[in-house]
């Protein structure tokens, strides 16, 4: 529809006096019920400037668009109505020009060439080794996925990075746990449910010995200086984390171009150490060197601590100079909850003032948090659901579902891990990011309503309506490549057919502003409404009729929803199974 309100508000701006069309665009909506026209302008801004009512303002427009010569071709009729301009479309010429376009795309549809020449780095899942991967860190992982592909689609060169949390005090810690308590042969058969156990004792048992924490920094500090034995049991813990998330990524489909620790800058954290110090922005305290940010309402960023080991803001701003230099980045994306901002504006302001220019272009981008039942997730107390878990009952479930009530479906396995899987994803992503999230394994199971099942269940619909069609004419596949582009428009302009027109028409609109404002939900949103949408046009208009036009016609819709539902499924990370 974008390029529809493209088309009216150059059709308006030489009426508007002094009014660009870059304006009149921007005021453009949709009318909330189609009896107030398919696209409006709104006049009440133009008052003032104008120094017009908006009720004339909306009747002076309509009278200089019907006084034309020429009308657009896509307008059917306009009506000036309380300071509103409504615009009615030909159903005709938009059906045309928007199935047309889909089935030309393909795989394309919805897809642009803005991002063409620049670099978007994301980093996002980032879990802490020797730490179980909760569905804690599900929201980071999918939201961060979803924003690698919906840039992809916009024609960005995205990088993700995985930016482990492979080093700090916890890794003392664990060392601590493992040498007194620890049993190898409990770590190799369990590597991540026997490092929680370790950890969780450590806290326990330092809350009565304290002396305990002590012993802690010393092992940290012993890896951070080299020590062969403090080293080897590190990377074992790193090692046996890595299968581990391994095969959570598996089971979600997520890859990394880069994976990378914290530990891999330890090498490049001192020229930053001395940069600061050069620029006279690192200044001493008890011991500690800190980078003072009263001067913006935040407290001092500690980049060293009295021990001299490094911090969290230490490495970040000495990884983003690393992918400054390698990447030249136009953005630099950091998906994590929003319990981080103050970390991420303190540190963005230290690269600022060591004069990067490119600080601006630091960006994050914060979600809700996950809690259980109100109580907030906490590996040091044991307190977490285990994604690999969940994932596992997801496929469960679906599994069963199919044997009660598709049990000669193929690839059963296959379609209970796309589904089940899917199911979690979705579920996570349908809520806008930034609200906060109260774990529920029946929410999370649930694939009744707007979930992902439905929606895949949907695409898999128009799949079998095609494969029916097609059969029929003796092919095997549901649609080959521009099949229904011969197709009668003037066929599919009834109410449900043009109400799925229009909502297939704003997918190109809907991923862009999903990659503006880095909200994926904004395409589960439009997936589970062209769903939707489709699902009534398949109730009220039979699609295998006898008369081969409108036959032609309706299959062309249809054919234009599978395309695009599967392309939106995709940059989420869901897969389109066409058989459930």
Not at 378 to 393: A, I, P
């Amino acid at each position: 529809m974008e390029f529809f309100k493209k088309t009216i508000a150059a059709k308006l701006s030489p009426l508007l006096d002094g009014i660009s069309e870059e304006e009149v665009l921007a005021l453009l909506e949709y009318p909330p019920d189609n009896t107030m026209g398919d696209i409006s302008l709104p006049c009440f801004k133009l008052s003032k400037r104008l120094r017009k009512s908006p009720a004339a303002i909306a009747d002076e427009l309509e009278a200089g668009i019907q006084g034309r010569d020429e009308k657009p071709g896509e307008i059917a009729r306009t009506s000036s109505v309380s300071g509103y301009l409504n615009f009615y479309l030909d159903p005709a010429v938009i059906g045309d020009q928007v199935i047309s376009g889909i089935l030309s795309s393909g795989d394309r549809y919805g897809s642009q060439n803005i991002g063409k020449g620049k670099t978007i780095v994301i980093d996002f899942s980032s879990p802490n080794i020797a730490k179980p991967f909760h569905v804690g860190h599900l929201r980071s992982t999918v939201i961060g996925n979803a924003l690698y592909h919906i840039f992809s689609f916009l024609g960005y060169t995205c990088i993700g990075v995985n930016h482990l949390g492979d080093w700090g005090t916890q890794f003392g810690k664990l060392i601590t746990a493992y040498r007194m308590w620890g049993d190898p042969k409990r770590l190799e058969e369990g590597a991540i449910d026997e490092l929680l156990s370790l950890y969780v004792r450590f806290h326990e048992e330092a809350d009565k010995n304290p002396g305990l924490d002590d012993e802690a920094r010393s092992w940290f500090t012993k890896i951070e200086q080299g020590n062969p034995e403090a080293l080897k049991i590190w990377r074992e813990f790193v090692e046996l984390s890595l299968a581990e998330f391994e095969k959570i990524y598996d089971l979600l489909g997520i890859r990394f171009d880069h994976v990378t620790g914290e530990s891999f800058y330890n090498d490049k954290l001192e020229p930053v150490i001395r940069e600061l110090k050069q620029k006279e922005l690192l200044e001493e305290d008890g011991g500690a060197w800190l980078v003072r940010l009263e001067d913006y309402d935040m407290a001092p960023a500690l980049m060293l601590k009295q021990d001299g080991s490094s911090l969290y803001h230490t490495r970040d701003v000495a990884a983003a100079l690393y992918r400054k230099s390698a990447y030249q980045f136009h953005k630099a994306v950091y998906v994590t909850d929003y319990s981080q901002s103050l970390h991420f504006r303190q540190w963005f302001k230290v690269v600022e003032l060591m004069g990067y220019e490119w600080a601006e272009d630091l960006v994050h981008v914060p979600f809700g948090r996950v809690s259980l039942e109100g109580a907030s997730l906490s590996t040091r107390k044991g307190n977490v659901v285990k994604l690999e878990n969940l994932l596992h009952q997801a496929v469960s479930k679906i599994r069963d579902i199919i044997e009660q009530k598709n049990p000669g479906l193929k690839s059963k396995e296959e379609v209970a891990r796309q589904v089940g899987v899917g199911a979690v994803i979705f579920n996570d992503l349908s809520a806008n990011r930034i609200k906060d999230i109260v774990f529920s394994w029946e929410d999370a199971l649930s694939f009744e309503g707007e979930t992902g099942p439905y929606v895949q269940y949907t695409y898999a619909r128009a799949c079998s309506v095609l494969r029916k069609a097609v059969g029929e004419a003796g092919r095997k596949t549901a649609a080959a490549p521009g099949q229904f582009l011969d197709f009668n428009s003037s066929l599919v302009t009834g109410e449900a057919e043009f109400a799925l027109v229009k909502q297939l028409s704003l997918f190109t609109e809907r991923v862009e502003q999903a990659a503006t404002k880095m909200e994926p939900s904004m395409v589960t949103r439009y997936l589970v409404d062209t769903a939707q949408a489709f699902n009534r046009f398949y109730h009220d208009c039979p699609i295998l009729v006898e008369d081969s036009d409108l036959r032609t016609a309706r299959l062309a819709l249809v054919e234009g929803v599978r395309i695009t539902l599967r392309n939106g499924l995709k940059l989420i990370g869901l897969q389109a199974p066409e058989e459930m």
